[in-house]
């Protein structure tokens, strides 16, 4: 037996016409990881796809330890030792931690007897739950854990079918960084044993950490593979965008000497949440949020949206005092934000990308007392916008914004807020698992709203994205300010230090 | 911490809700009629709420998987008629396998336009509800349709001092709780309500599932269609006419939840029994007829609001697992 355990070749793909995949080819050894990296809408996904049994491939070979495969579906993939740990997980929170464990393969009470066997499940449970270091019980509903416990569930659940290939798409983006490095040190594990990892990332030093070997796809085609050692972080970022990204962040004029404050808070309290916040956020100006996961950072842009209630405090929008907030008041006062959770709050993934545009502007953009909507109108808005925006899709009026990629969506999200001309921005994770690319757009077109006067409330847990881009860091922690830098003091371990210091 | 015990505190509360509720009708009730709260009333009640009990397990699976089926009345309806006209001559150990046949029978044809055609089901069991009764009414001539002594005879007997129709739902019952608690089929079930897509991403056979439920509940109303019109010895034109009411709210009652994945059969059963005695204690309190849709409406409209309360709740709490780097 060689020591390959997969080998790809020649994958090509079409969807309506387009071709997605061009030839790719793939090599994993046995016991290795294979670092996947490209922008979004590189191939990664569909490839992937291929392999776990999503999606057919059109042409191409796909061989597993040495025989040609074809997985038709997640079953037929999972029978052959390929499992998937998609970004989203495919757990159930109403089953118990077991039985998502088991759920395709029961043990049962005998051949024939279609009755679970508890007992058995229960162990052979624990034993899986070990493997992957998990202390909790397997009868535990696993809508009581937390997301970094729930992937090792499903890490759990990929051993317990013999998996020989695991893939990870994505599996940081949910998790804390003690998560990340417990799950970093099982994906180890896994290696030692003799199974193979296919890693698919954004956070590039992650990808050299972990990877033994690492495969760069560009436009659907493979444009760099081999030994990690072969590869740095900049070498990747030049192959995955095919110029030479030298500077990640767009240059700025810097702030005009910021105008006057366009948001102040004073003494903003909540019991649990935020303790005795203050700032001022001035027009034309970046204030960029650091902290750590739990730090209340976005808690913080929630209740200055209006999502949550504050109990003691003041906020002032240019000067005036404002009442209890709710999202409609901070929006006639021309605050916008952009959610962290952009699948779950930000879009309508069904419906089309003009609707998604123009939906927060629908009120102010008709015409009349009875408010009739103004469809052409409208659609040139949404036009404008995403052009604006640049968003990459056929046809906005008609392609839902489920089919966009990662980067595409977040750029809908941003344009249907500037579609309101917001003075005030509150941006939580903007960037959150979007490729180098689309970064860079999202930070230009945060230059342009800077330039044209609006003040940004940037909230990021990448420290040198805010460094890159903020005109000062506020540092928060357990619900309170640590400290404000300005440009001239941003430091990585200053701010880090900022954000631990108990 | 606070806010989150009390939002555990108002969740349990909501899910006791339907039990209050109970009590406090039959305190209501027994204040104000003297024959509520005797022991043969309580018999009374849940003979009577057997059938409802009995058709609202088999609409807990299709619940469980984000569906409903409105067309149970008019298959007990159906069942009813085909039992008088057709099957009168043969024993019961022959006619009821044959009517859950039909009843099952008639859920595939909405599992084929669900699961094939991807129609909600709600729309095509709404067609089905109309087209049921129609065929129906089509073979009894809308006349009332008699049935034969077997039939009536189990409608009036017991077995051990207990009505047959109590034995029946038990057995109902039973191997429902054992099909949705013991099987890695019931199991599947509660994980295809909770996410279809998941589910499919998980390895599980998605679309035979959603197919069995809908034919497990069509049997179901036969056999609820059975009980019932063992009971009452014949069917009128109205049988089982909008009992796919009292079945949903009896479902929706017991704790199983519209959006799908939660739920059971004990619940269901409880539903049923709380539908039931409300209906019993207008009955006793000689009230207005023209009142009974209205309370019925009344608790329909507790039933969801209770579950469209329960599932926010529960979002919220799933939502706001706060990450706190210890």
Redesign the interface.
């Given at each position: 037996m060689s020591d390959l355990l997969l080998k790809v070749a020649g994958l090509n793909k079409s969807f309506f016409g387009v071709q997605v995949l061009r030839d790719v080819g793939l090599e994993l050894r046995r016991g290795t990881v294979l670092g996947l990296v490209g922008e979004n809408g590189s191939g990664k996904s569909t490839t992937m796809n291929i392999l776990g049994g999503?999606l057919t491939k059109d042409s191409g070979r796909v061989e597993l330890a040495g025989e040609e495969v074809q997985p038709a579906?997640?079953?037929d993939a999972?029978a052959l030792g390929i499992a998937?740990i998609?970004q989203?997980?495919?757990?159930?929170?109403?089953?118990s931690v077991e039985?998502n464990i088991f759920?395709?393969h029961?043990p049962?009470r005998g051949a024939g007897i279609?009755?679970?066997d508890?007992r058995r499940l229960r162990d052979q449970a624990s034993k899986a739950l070990e493997l992957v270091d998990l202390k909790v019980s397997p009868t535990t509903p696993v809508?009581r854990l937390?997301?970094g416990e729930r992937q090792l569930i499903e890490i759990a659940k990929a051993l317990t079918r013999q998996a020989r290939l695991i893939i990870f798409d994505e599996p940081t983006t949910s998790l804390?960084?003690?998560e990340t490095e417990r799950l970093f040190e099982i994906i180890g594990r896994l290696r030692a044993q003799g199974i193979s990892v296919i890693y698919i990332s954004h956070i590039l030093q992650d990808v050299m950490r972990l990877s033994d070997d690492i495969a760069v796809l560009r436009d659907g085609e493979v444009v760099g593979a081999g030994r990690r050692e072969d590869f740095t972080v900049e070498r990747l970022v030049t192959l995955m965008v095919g110029r030479s990204i030298d500077r990640l962040f767009p240059e700025r004029e810097p702030s005009q000497g910021p105008g006057g404050a366009a948001l102040s808070v004073r003494g903003l309290s909540q019991?649990?949440v935020v303790r005795d916040v203050s700032f001022e956020l001035r027009r034309g100006e970046v204030l960029g949020v650091s902290g750590?996961?739990?730090s209340g950072r976005s808690e913080l842009a929630r209740i200055l949206f209006g999502l949550d209630p504050y109990s003691e405090g003041e906020v002032r929008v240019a000067g005036e005092r404002l009442p209890p907030l709710k999202p409609r008041l901070a929006m006639d006062r021309g605050v916008a934000f952009l959610t962290e959770d952009r699948r779950g709050e930000g879009l309508m993934m069904e419906a089309s990308i003009a609707d998604n545009i123009v939906l927060p502007s629908l009120v102010e953009r008709s015409r009349g007392f009875i408010r009739w909507l103004d469809p052409a109108g409208l659609d040139q808005a949404a036009r404008d916008m995403a052009e604006r925006v640049r968003v990459n899709a056929r046809a906005i009026d008609t392609a839902a914004a489920r089919t966009l990629s990662g980067g595409n969506q977040q750029k809908v999200v941003i344009a249907k807020w500037l579609l309101r001309a917001p003075s005030i921005f509150i941006l939580d994770e903007p960037t959150r698992g979007i490729d180098v690319g689309a970064k860079y757009e999202v930070y230009k077109i945060i230059n342009t709203m800077v330039a044209g006067g609006a003040a940004i409330l940037f909230i990021s847990s990448e420290i040198e994205e805010l460094i890159g881009m903020a005109d000062r860091i506020m540092v928060m922690g357990r619900g309170e300010i640590r400290g404000f830098f300005e440009r001239a003091s941003f430091d990585r371990e200053t701010l880090m230090s900022a954000a631990l210091w108990q | 911490?606070?806010?989150l015990n009390s939002r555990a505190l108002a969740l349990i509360a909501l899910r006791f809700a339907p039990l209050m509720l109970f009590v406090a009708l039959c305190i209501v009730f027994g204040a104000l009629s003297d024959r509520f709260l005797s022991l043969a009333n309580f018999r009374n009640i849940l003979a009577q709420s057997t059938h409802v009990a009995v058709m609202a397990i088999g609409m807990t699976f299709v619940l469980l998987v984000r569906g409903v089926d409105l067309s149970v009345g008019s298959v007990m309806y159906l069942v009813a008629v085909a039992m008088g006209l057709y099957l009168s001559g043969l024993p019961l150990a022959l006619s009821i396998p044959a009517i859950v046949l039909i009843g099952a029978a008639f859920g595939a044809v909405n599992a084929c336009f669900v699961t094939g055609l991807r129609i909600a089901s709600f729309i095509v069991t709404l067609a089905t509800l109309f087209i049921g009764r129609g065929f129906a009414l089509y073979l009894s001539e809308t006349k009332m349709v008699f049935q034969s002594d077997t039939v009536q005879t189990l409608g009036r007997s017991s077995f051990l001092a207990i009505p047959w129709a109590i034995w029946i739902a038990a057995a109902v019952a039973c191997a429902a709780w054992?099909t949705l608690t013991?099987?890695?089929?019931g199991?599947?079930i509660?994980?295809v309500?909770?996410?279809p897509d998941?589910?499919?991403?998980?390895?599980?056979?998605v679309q035979p599932i959603v197919f069995s439920v809908f034919c497990i509940c069509g049997a179901c109303a036969a056999i609820g269609a059975l009980i019932s019109v063992s009971q009452v010895g014949a069917a009128a034109a109205t049988f089982g006419y909008q009992e796919e009411f009292p079945v949903i709210a009896a479902a929706v009652l017991g704790g199983t939840s519209l959006f799908g994945?939660?739920g059971g059969v004990f619940g269901s059963i409880f539903g049923a029994v709380l539908v039931q005695t409300t209906a019993n204690g207008l009955v006793m309190l000689n009230a207005d007829p023209y009142l009974y849709p209205l309370v019925n409406s009344l608790i329909i409209f507790i039933a969801a609001w209770v579950d469209g309360r329960r599932r926010l709740m529960?979002e919220r709490?799933?939502q706001r697992?706060?990450?706190?780097?210890?």
């Open positions: 999503v579906s997640s079953r999972l998937f998609h989203e997980l495919s757990l159930f929170p109403n089953l039985e759920l395709d029961f049962k279609p009755f679970i508890r809508m937390p997301q804390t960084a003690r019991p649990g750590l996961m739990g | 911490m606070n806010g054992v013991q099987t890695p089929y199991r599947q509660y994980a309500g909770a996410d998941s589910a499919a991403k998980a390895g599980i056979r994945g939660r529960t709490i799933e697992k706060i990450r706190v780097e210890a």
